[in-house]
């Protein structure tokens, strides 16, 4: 259900070369959630960096909403990179995993696509 990729990168270095790789990947960075300014914010003390990227390609969302509107509320996909026992961790919840739970087998194809891009994307930020 969960993909994983680690990294040497800090997660400021991770989080360039993430917003690189979706990029080159026809996809779209819509909103960067920094999770321990938003609770400090909130008057909550959150040591632990934590980066959650919405992303987005918008011709695959479309397939994907053309069939199944209740889909909307899984969109978009999200990259989550943290630091964590001395790596730096992207991780995703996989497409594929999510689709399938609004029964709509005709889209399992789309969602393949999109979970092999996201992999490449992950992998490629990752990668020195």
């Known amino acids: 259900m969960l993909i994983e990729v680690t990294t040497d ?3 400021a270095e991770a ?3 993430l917003q690189a790789a979706v ?3 026809h996809f779209g960075v819509m909103q960067v959630h920094n999770l321990r300014e938003t609770m400090e ?12 990227f919405e ?8 397939k994907v909403l053309e069939q199944n509107m209740k889909v909307s509320t899984a969109l978009p996909c999200r990259i989550s990179i943290y630091a964590q026992g001395g790596k730096t ?13 609004f029964d709509t087998p005709e889209l399992a194809e ?7 891009t996201i992999v490449k994307i992950m992998k490629a930020a990752a990668s020195s």
């Open 9 to 11: 990168k800090s997660v």
């Open 15 to 17: 989080a360039a070369a």
């Open 23 to 25: 990029l080159a990947n």
């Open 41 to 52: 914010k909130k008057g909550v003390a959150f040591e632990r960096e934590c980066l959650i």
């Open 55 to 62: 992303v987005c390609q918008p011709q695959q969302a479309k």
């Open 89 to 101: 961790t992207l991780a995703t919840l996989k497409p594929t995993t999510l689709l399938a739970l």
């Open 110 to 116: 789309v969602a393949r696509e999109v979970e092999e």
